[in-house]
C-alpha cells in the first residue's frame, strides 16, 4: 500500500498576511463606525422635527436651536454639525429641512476619510388639534 500524504492548510506567513488584512479593515471599521452611529442621530432628530406639527411655521433660528437639543439627546457631538449647516428649503412650495455637513476623521499618518453627510426632510404644516 503506497499512500502519498499531502498537506493542506496556509503557512505561518500567509496567516500573519491574513491577519493584517482583517486588521486593517477591522481598524478601519472602529474609525467608521461612530461617524455613521452619529449620523443615524441626525437624521433621527432631523426626522423628529420635521414630524412635529407647524414645523413648517417656525423660524430658521428657532428650528436650528431645536434641532442642536435634538442632537444632545441623540448623543450627536457639539461641534460636529455647524449651525450653518442647517438650512431650510422651499422645494415645490413645501419648506424643506436640510441638513449638509462633511466630517473629516484621521485614519492613518497623513491619510484622512472626508465624508460627506445629507439628509432631508420636508417640515410638517399640520397644526395640532
Same mark, same amino acid.
Given at each position: ?15 500573519l498576511f491574513l491577519l493584517a488584512v482583517i486588521g486593517f479593515f477591522a481598524y478601519m471599521g472602529m474609525i467608521l ?11 433621527? =432628530? ?14 430658521? %433660528? ?12 441623540? @448623543? ?8 450653518? =449647516? ?13 441638513? =449638509? @455637513? ?9 491619510? %484622512?476619510? =472626508? ?15
Open positions: 500500500m503506497n499512500s502519498k500524504r499531502t498537506q493542506s492548510g496556509i503557512t505561518f506567513i500567509g496567516f463606525f461612530p461617524v455613521y452611529s452619529e449620523y443615524s442621530g441626525v437624521s433621527k =432628530a432631523v426626522e423628529t422635527l420635521a414630524k412635529e406639527p407647524s414645523s413648517a411655521d417656525k423660524t430658521l %433660528d428657532a428650528l436650528r436651536s431645536e434641532l442642536m437639543f435634538k442632537f444632545s439627546l441623540q @448623543y450627536v457631538s457639539d461641534g460636529s454639525v455647524p449651525v450653518q =449647516a442647517i438650512r431650510v428649503l422651499t422645494v415645490n412650495g413645501l419648506k424643506t429641512l436640510d441638513v =449638509a @455637513y462633511e466630517r473629516r476623521i484621521h485614519f492613518i499618518s497623513n491619510i %484622512d476619510f =472626508a465624508i460627506s453627510f445629507h439628509k432631508t426632510a420636508t417640515l410638517s404644516h399640520v397644526s395640532s388639534p
